[in-house]
Nanobody, 123 residues
């Protein structure tokens, strides 16, 4: 599986962006798809995941503002980000996992990673 993240850019605080993660292959619908982010000088952190079933889970810091979704017909996962904050400036990565179960907040859970897309939130 190859993943291509896109949709990053410059946005003012309080603004919105939608990230996309396009996947190759014919088994996209069976993968759990996640989004992580890495701010300068920080470790990569979990943002959200959407399971093959459609169940979604979020980091506490983004609950109520971010929405993760998937379109299996388009082999694409999305991350709608609203009310963005300057401290959310980061490179955002999408990832795909073949397995189910707990652990989706950990990087090791995921088998494939996209190249990342930069989100810059200005104050």
């Amino acid at each position: 599986v190859q993943l291509q993240a896109s949709g990053g850019g410059l946005v003012q605080a309080g603004g919105s962006l939608r990230l996309s993660c396009a996947a190759s292959g014919r088994t996209f619908s069976s993968y759990n798809m996640g989004w992580f982010r890495q701010a300068p000088g920080n470790e990569r952190e979990f943002v959200a995941t959407v399971m093959w079933s459609g169940a979604a889970y979020y980091a506490d810091s983004v609950k109520g503002r971010f929405t993760i979704s998937r379109d299996n017909a388009k082999n694409t996962a999305y991350l709608q980000m609203n009310s963005l904050k300057p401290e959310e400036t980061a490179v955002y990565y999408c990832a795909a996992a073949r397995i189910n179960g707990p652990g989706y907040r950990q990087e090791a859970y995921y088998n494939y990673w996209g190249q990342g897309t930069l989100v810059t939130v200005s104050s």
